[in-house]
Each structure stands twice: as structure tokens, then as C-alpha cells.
């Protein structure tokens, strides 16, 4: 069943997503309350005991798919269940419980970046020198020489799960900026929402090329095939769009992201067109070579340089963020490779 | 920012980068023919090296592009 519709003019309007098969036992609790309102279940309580099992927390599929679920019902939720669940006392304290976990995780294994002067100049020079360093096995140079066609359609389906609600976790910080970085996140933002035209918007046009490739652009269609750390690499996002006081590291992720975003995206679109792919399908890679290439100045003076200027005692946090999002979308990019170099699915489940 | 409320068209240089260019100004072929223009704020190449040219497409950071030094304000 489909639960997407593409209009004639291109236009994608979504429902919610179904609720997700758990992996776990902090899962299952976190779907039970969400299918069955079951006030006897404990997620807080599993969510604690599952995080203190984990071998790995960014790639328990168990604890990251649990807190994929508390997040999404601040996005557009699961189908059949109540929008007032959104604030379910049980529930933000399984998601606290998870945030505490997640982050100091994340703050202890994202590389440590030297401080710049708190000009945005200078956090702009910080920045594209991370985000240059930053030369981990390449995901896009696999994709444009050696993927096969199954394999592009897995990462299509691992892509989906961020890329059919693009940009919506650094939407929520746009009430909490002000002034320069303010005006910076929003004509960020505006592009991808497509200006105005809602067939441009990124998500839209992700979905044509999902089509293209004979998937289903349904949004959470594919949720019981993304891998741990895929749920990690947004879970990282939504951690810092939900919380005011990770407004800095909220900056700084989406500064990080935009800026390894273009170059990438040039191999995978000739990835795509390598295996006979149209501009239909390509035009989703197209559109981000030109639009990051963009984003990414404005991401780094304006929008993390101009924050920092405001709110110089942020600075570490706008590091920090960047560092985390180069480490979440790397280990979730190299577990993608691994899978493809070793010729097995990366998919949590078939398809 | 240095911008002034009534400037309609702004070029920013962005050091080792392209020239962003923000409000209403036409991007034209020799021949005056309008150049697609896909968002309202644009990069154009500096370096001579994107693939979309007139457009960045961020090749100046892969071959080590450099502006030469900024001016001080």
C-alpha cells in the first residue's frame, strides 16, 4: 500500500509513517505504548537497560530505532496513533534517558576541533578545514564508479529515511537564532523547500528519483531496512533540533553538512547516470551539486559564523555539532561501503 | 555585514571560494540570452574548474583553490 501521493505537477504530499517492526526489547516497549497506549509498559526503563548493553550505542538498531520513534512524533508522527503522544510523560523520559546516553557518546568520540577566534570569518576558515580533512573511505566514489544497480537502490532506501523529510531537523532551529544566522537558516531552508514552488522542494524531487529506481517514496516505507546507523546519523540531528540549548551544535551540523554535500553528490549523480539513469532521477544530485555549493558559503560565514558573533560562548557547541555530524554520516556512510565492498545487502532486512 | 537596506544586488568574494551573488541581476550568455537560474541566491565560479559553469559546484576545495588575501576591512 502507498501512502504517498505525486501529483501531475510533481507535487509530494506524505503521511504518516507506519509504525516500524521493534528490534528489541526498548523498542518493542517504545511501539507498544505507541500501538496499544499500554500504560503497564516500562520504555524508560528498557531504554536505560538496552543503552548500558550496548556494545556500540550509534549502532544498536535496538536503542537507535527506539529513539528514532520517540523523535518522529514531533515530525509527522506514526499513523493510527494519538498526536497527543507527542508529550507523554513516559515517553519524553525514555527519549531523556536516550539524550543523555547519545550525547555524551557522541561528545566523546567526535574529533576535538581547535577554536578559531569568534569571528565568523574565522569560524567560516575552521570549518572548511574540518569539513576538507574530512577524507574517510569515499561512499560517493564507490557509488560513481563500481555500485551495482541493487546496491543504488539500497542507498536510495538507507538515504530515504533523512532525505524524504529533508531539512525539517534544522528547521527547529530556526525560532531559537536571531539576526544574521537567523536570516542564514532561512534562505537555506527556503531553497530546500523549493522557494515557494513545492515540486522543487528536495524531498520531492528525492521522491522521483525513489520512483525512478522502482522504490516507494512513501515516507517510512523502508523502515524496517535502514540500518542502526542510519537511524543514528539522523537521530544526532533531531537531538540537536530539539534541544534549545544544543542550538550551537544545531548550527554547526547543518554548517558540516552543507559543506560535504556538493562534491559527493556530482559522484553519485554519475553514479546514477552510469547505470542509464535519466535526468529525472539524477536531477535530485544535480540540484544539491549547484544549491550546496551555495549553502555551504552562507552556511559557514552567515549562519555559523554569525551565530558564534552572537553567541560567542556557543562556539565549542557549533564545533561540536560539525564534528558530530562528520561522525555520525561517516560511520553511517562506511557501514553502507562495508556492505557493498563485501557484496552483501546493508539493509537491515530485505526489501 | 556591510549591506545597506536599499541594496538590491550584493556580490559577497568569498575567500578561496566563488562569488555569491544575492538579489535581481540577469546572468547572461555572450549573445544576451538569460542563463537558467535555478534560486535566488547564486555561486558563480572563481576557480575555473566546476562542472556547472557558470555555477560552483565546490571543485575549488578538491584542487586547493586560493583567493588572494583579503584586503583588511
Redesign the interface.
Known amino acids: 500500500m502507498t501512502s504517498s501521493t505525486i501529483d501531475d505537477t510533481g507535487v509530494v504530499t506524505q503521511r504518516p509513517a507506519p509504525l516500524p517492526t521493534p528490534r528489541g526489547p526498548a523498542s518493542a516497549a517504545v511501539v507498544a505504548v505507541l500501538r496499544e497506549r499500554s500504560p503497564e509498559g516500562d520504555p524508560a526503563g528498557l531504554m536505560a537497560k538496552a543503552i548500558g548493553q550496548a556494545d556500540d550505542l550509534l549502532r544498536d538498531d535496538d536503542v537507535q530505532l527506539a529513539a528514532f520513534c520517540l523523535y518522529e512524533l514531533h515530525y509527522g508522527g506514526f499513523r493510527g496513533v494519538p498526536d497527543t503522544l507527542e508529550w507523554d510523560a513516559d515517553l519524553l523520559t525514555a527519549r531523556a534517558i536516550f539524550e543523555g546516553a547519545f550525547e555524551a557518546e557522541l561528545r566523546r568520540r567526535a574529533p576535538r576541533v581547535d577554536r578559531p577566534a569568534p569571528r565568523a ?1 574565522d569560524v ?2 575552521a570549518l ?1 578545514r574540518l569539513t ?1 580533512a574530512d577524507d574517510g573511505p569515499s561512499l560517493s566514489q564507490y557509488v560513481a564508479r563500481k555500485a551495482t544497480q541493487e546496491q543504488l537502490r539500497e542507498f536510495l532506501i538507507q538515504r530515504s529515511l533523512y532525505t524524504l523529510k529533508e531539512a525539517d531537523p534544522h528547521s527547529w532551529g530556526i525560532p531559537r537564532l536571531t539576526g ?1 544566522a537567523k536570516a542564514a537558516l532561512v ?1 537555506i531552508q ?2 530546500e523547500y523549493g ?1 515557494g514552488r513545492p515540486h522543487r522542494m528536495h524531498s520531492a524531487i528525492f521522491a522521483r528519483t525513489m520512483r525512478a529506481a522502482g522504490l516507494d517514496p512513501s515516507y517510512g516505507a523502508y523502515l524496517d531496512q535502514v540500518g542502526a546507523s542510519l537511524y543514528a546519523s539522523l537521530n544526532t540531528m533531531s537531538l540537536f533540533g530539539l534541544n534549545r540549548r544544543l542550538r550551537g551544535a544545531l548550527v554547526g551540523h547543518l554548517a558540516a553538512f552543507e559543506m560535504t554535500s ?2 559527493p553528490n ?1 559522484f553519485y549523480g554519475n553514479g546514477f547516470r552510469r547505470l542509464g539513469f535519466d535526468e529525472e532521477a539524477t536531477w535530485y544530485f544535480d ?1 544539491h ?6 549553502h ?3 552556511a559557514a ?1 552567515d549562519l555559523a559564523g554569525g551565530f558564534v558573533e552572537a553567541e560567542p560562548n556557543l562556539l565549542g557547541d557549533v564545533l561540536f555539532g560539525a564534528s558530530a555530524c562528520l561522525y555520525a554520516d561517516g560511520l553511517a556512510g562506511a557501514d553502507l561501503l562495508q556492505a557493498f565492498t563485501e557484496s552483501r545487502s546493508s539493509l537491515y532486512r530485505p526489501a | ?1 556591510t549591506l545597506k537596506p536599499d541594496d538590491e544586488v550584493s556580490i ?1 568574494a ?5 562569488l ?1 551573488v544575492r538579489g535581481d541581476v540577469p546572468i547572461l550568455t555572450p549573445d544576451g540570452e538569460p542563463l537558467p537560474r ?6 558563480l565560479c572563481r576557480c575555473g574548474k566546476s ?2 559553469k557558470p ?5 575549488h ?2 584542487i586547493g583553490f586560493r583567493t588572494e588575501p583579503e584586503l583588511p576591512a
Do not use: N, W
Open positions: 570569518e567560516a576558515h572548511f576538507e544574521r534562505e527556503s531553497d522557494a556538493a562534491v556530482r540540484e551539486v549547484e544549491a550546496d555549493a551555495v555551504e558559503q552562507i560565514r | 555585514m559577497v568569498c575567500p578561496d571560494g566563488p555569491l535555478r534560486r535566488r541566491t547564486v555561486a562542472t556547472i555555477y560552483c559546484d565546490g571543485t576545495k578538491t
